[in-house]
């Protein structure tokens, strides 16, 4: 399966969303989600950037500077590259059922709730943060794991 740009992820998220507003924190915790449930249940990453440790939680710094940047296209709400074309992912069916799970589970959260989500002692980004400090990269094998062990908490 191939690692998408994050931004394609995001745009997945605003599709799902509709007209309501977001925000960066909201979208960039949805899509760190989905890359660790992806993680969990198809055994690849959903993404192909690295995700750091910020003061806020894990961030993709592509979908932070493009927001910061450019904002989202007025008229798809899309993020678009500089042609105006949405980044897409051509996603396999097991990529959108994970989605679409976060969607289901997660999608209704406050950008902040999500924050405190994954501020929690022991997760990739506490790890992370704390044990390499403010804006490194969280370990993929971490987030992993993590995503593993709550599927696994989830079942019992």
């Not at 296209?73 to 959108?96: V, Y």
């Not at 022991?122 to 995503?147: C, M, R, V």
Request: hydrophobic share 35%; charged share 20%.
């Amino acid at each position: 399966m191939p690692r998408y740009d994050p931004r394609a992820i995001a745009n997945e998220f605003i599709k799902l969303n509709g007209n309501r507003p977001f925000n960066q924190m909201w979208l960039q915790k949805l899509v760190y989600i989905a890359n660790g449930w992806n993680l969990a249940i198809n055994r690849e990453p959903l993404t192909g950037a690295r995700v750091e440790a910020w003061d806020g939680g894990p961030v993709y710094r592509t979908i932070w500077n493009h927001l910061r940047d450019f904002g989202s296209d007025r008229k798809t709400r899309l993020l678009c590259d500089n042609e105006g074309q949405p980044f897409e992912a051509d996603l396999a069916p097991g990529e959108t059922s994970v989605i679409q799970h976060v969607w289901d589970r997660y999608g209704s959260f406050t950008g902040s709730e999500l924050s405190r989500m994954t501020h929690q002692e022991g997760t990739p980004w506490s790890n992370a943060y704390f044990g390499k400090g403010q804006n490194a990269p969280l370990s993929e094998a971490d987030i992993q794991q993590h995503f593993i062990e709550l599927a696994l908490a989830g079942r019992s």
